[in-house]
């Protein structure tokens, strides 16, 4: 065989893998997987809602997993019957009424679910390819009123001394207290270390 037909042979080779690479990352049937937490800071007591964007691409989708951490919660398989799963979390509480394949909506969430949230995507045969997005939830507490502030005094000469004491209800994180005096910030950033 001549150089030229071999080198020929050679390009035609790297041609077809790289046909079948392209067309084995376009099979993959999943794309633009993404995962939103809705609010992010989410006050304690009330509702999250996980919404896990992805496009199948004409592939059927095998399943959803949602994980908090490493622990698995909540399962969308439309193969099953039922297709939806709740899996023991201590604290969780997925309502099953408006939670499948895209959305889980958390009710009544307690500062324990602060931290990742996960969903795992994953198409059906034959490729199984699967996808992961992650997203943090931040549950917080809002003080119950507004600060209360204290002074020594009622009235004040020029020179006089001030003392003077704010204080908030308990919260998380702490609640960050700036003092005034005509309108001029004096203290920035005194954090009240009592939470819940």
């Not at 079948?20 to 809602?49: D, M, Y």
């Not at 399962?75 to 499948?100: L, Q």
């Not at 307690?110 to 034959?126: H, I, K, M, Q």
Request: charged share 15%; proline share 8%; aromatic share 10%.
């Amino acid at each position: 065989m001549a150089d030229k037909d071999k080198c020929f042979s050679v390009n035609a080779i790297i041609v077809l893998l790289v046909a079948h690479f392209c067309a084995s990352v376009a099979s993959t049937g999943l794309r633009n997987l993404s995962l939103s937490i809705k609010p992010p800071w989410v006050r304690r007591g009330q509702e999250a809602q996980l919404h896990c964007q992805y496009e199948m691409e004409g592939t059927p989708l095998y399943s959803v997993k949602w994980y908090r951490g490493t622990l698995e919660f909540y399962r969308y398989s439309p193969f099953e019957n039922p297709p939806a799963k709740i899996f023991p979390f201590t604290g969780i509480k997925v309502d099953m009424t408006v939670s499948n394949a895209t959305h889980v909506t958390l009710r009544n969430v307690g500062f324990n679910l602060s931290g990742n949230f996960t969903c795992e995507v994953t198409a059906d045969a034959p490729s199984f390819y699967t996808g992961v997005a992650t997203n943090v939830l931040t549950v917080v507490e809002l003080p119950h009123s507004p600060p209360t502030l204290w002074t020594e005094h009622t009235k004040y000469d020029p020179g006089d001394i001030l003392r003077a004491n704010c204080s908030t209800p308990p919260s998380k994180p702490g609640a960050t207290i700036t003092f005034l005096l005509n309108s001029m910030t004096r203290v920035r950033s005194v954090v009240q270390l009592t939470t819940c």
